[in-house]
């Protein structure tokens, strides 16, 4: 099927209409009207190759909500009309030590993403949430709690399973202390589970003007990140630091704040190596770890659970056409919190 969607051509180019076909749904998939797409900062380091493996023309987008307009004559989980989603990940081998653990994102054959991924139906690329229909297999199609407001709940798709997968892991929790590096997509919802698991909640920022938004977001703490006595007060007291940043940044500075044996967890993907010095992590005894997206299954107790909690995404809504101006302003980290694309104006 013929659809609508915004592309970028080249790691210059400014993201701008391109017709792509959707494939006829098979016996197991689920056609999805998008209603609403999140931004995620990953779609900036995809559109401008920041990370050296875009493949163009490339179609961003990896937080997709919409409606069910049609299904295969085997799909079970999903009927027209159903509210559905599709994160990071539409496709994996299925049958890897990782698929069976549903570490799908980590299938040894080679998970397929949303977009910029080899797509097995095509032979092409996989092309993601910016645009008008997705077509996903329901085994890697989510169900979405019907309280949440739905706009709200798109970018749990991404920036949702990204913080509640690490913090889940490395034991956030009624008397931990855990830290959140950055307010942006990923940060806040970061302070929002860590919050809801019961931890001792700090942010750190760089934006002084973050600070309120920080409090009411659910941190006990705040901290500026650039001021030296105010990071130095907190030292060696961190159970866990979840790292969302997306630009270059001090890693020895979060390191000094871990106990002994706590870890601090990137997430952010700045495209740049960031340096370490051994000594941080020698003295006393500490991990730097990593943690990418989370497994279909753990997505799904993830939106049951901000389903159960009534959690969602603090959000601004633009339209397709403005895709360009909201990367500017990711840039600037002016955002509170997600941008989430109103997919209706790509129809109009
Ligand atoms: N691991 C995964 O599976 C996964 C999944 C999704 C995204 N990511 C990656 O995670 C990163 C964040 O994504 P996002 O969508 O949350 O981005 P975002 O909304 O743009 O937020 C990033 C935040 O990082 C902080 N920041 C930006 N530049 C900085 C700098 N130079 N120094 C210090 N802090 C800076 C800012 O927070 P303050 O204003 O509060 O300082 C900013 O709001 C990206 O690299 C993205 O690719 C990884
Ligand atoms: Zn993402
Ligand atoms: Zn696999």
């Known amino acids: 099927m013929p659809?609508?969607?915004?592309?970028?051509?080249?790691?210059?180019?400014?993201?701008?209409?391109?017709?792509?076909?959707?494939?006829?749904?098979?016996?197991?998939?689920?056609?999805?009207?998008?209603?609403?797409?999140?931004?995620?900062?990953?779609?900036?380091?995809?559109?401008?190759?920041?990370?050296g493996f875009t493949t163009y023309p490339v179609v961003p987008g990896h937080e997709i909500l919409g409606k069910v307009t049609r299904v295969g004559k085997g799909v079970t989980k999903f009927r027209v009309g159903d509210l559905a989603a599709v994160g990071c990940l539409v496709d994996s081998c299925r049958s890897c030590a990782s698929c069976t653990r549903g570490l799908e994102q980590f299938c040894t054959g080679g998970p397929v993403f949303t977009y910029n991924g080899p797509d097995k139906h095509t032979g092409g690329m996989t092309f993601g949430g910016y645009s008008e229909?997705?077509?996903?297999?329901?085994?890697?199609?989510?169900?979405?709690?019907?309280?949440?407001d739905p706009a709200r709940a798109a970018p749990l798709l991404c920036a949702g399973i990204t913080?509640?997968?690490?913090?889940?892991?490395?034991g956030a929790a009624k008397?931990?202390?855990?830290?959140?590096?950055?307010?942006?997509?990923?940060?806040?919802?970061?302070?929002?589970?860590?919050?809801?698991?019961?931890?001792?909640?700090?942010?750190?920022?760089?934006?002084?003007?973050?600070?309120?938004?920080?409090?009411?977001?659910?941190?006990?703490?705040?901290?500026?990140?650039?001021?030296?006595?105010?990071?130095a007060a907190h030292a060696g007291s961190f159970d866990m630091i979840l790292d969302t940043v997306s630009a270059d940044h001090n890693l020895d500075a979060y390191l000094a704040l871990l106990k002994l044996d706590a870890t601090l967890v990137m997430v952010g993907a700045p495209p740049n190596p960031q340096k370490v010095t051994a000594l941080s992590l020698l003295?006393?005894?500490?991990?730097?770890?990593?943690?990418?997206?989370?497994?279909?299954?753990?997505?799904?107790?993830?939106?049951?659970?901000?389903?159960?909690?009534?959690?969602?995404?603090?959000?601004?809504?633009?339209?397709m056409q403005q895709i360009n101006e909201a990367y500017e302003r990711m840039l600037r980290s002016d955002v509170k919190y997600r941008f989430v694309i109103d997919m209706a104006s790509l129809k109009a």
């Open 3 to 51: 659809t609508r969607a915004f592309a970028a051509q080249s790691a210059t180019a400014p993201l701008a209409p391109f017709a792509i076909e959707r494939r006829e749904p098979t016996p197991t998939d689920v056609e999805i009207d998008i209603l609403f797409c999140g931004v995620c900062h990953s779609d900036i380091h995809f559109a401008r190759n920041e990370w």
């Open 133 to 148: 229909r997705v077509v996903c297999d329901e085994a890697y199609t989510l169900k979405v709690p019907s309280n949440l």
């Open 163 to 170: 913080t509640y997968s690490p913090l889940k892991k490395w």
């Open 175 to 231: 008397g931990r202390k855990v830290g959140v590096v950055g307010l942006g997509g990923l940060g806040h919802m970061g302070v929002k589970f860590a919050r809801a698991f019961g931890a001792e909640t700090v942010l750190f920022t760089t934006s002084k003007g973050k600070v309120a938004d920080g409090k009411r977001l659910g941190a006990d703490t705040v901290v500026i990140s650039t001021d030296a006595d105010a990071m």
């Open 283 to 319: 003295m006393p005894r500490r991990q730097l770890a990593g943690s990418l997206i989370g497994g279909i299954a753990e997505t799904q107790e993830m939106l049951d659970f901000c389903g159960k909690h009534g959690i969602v995404c603090d959000i601004e809504i633009i339209r």
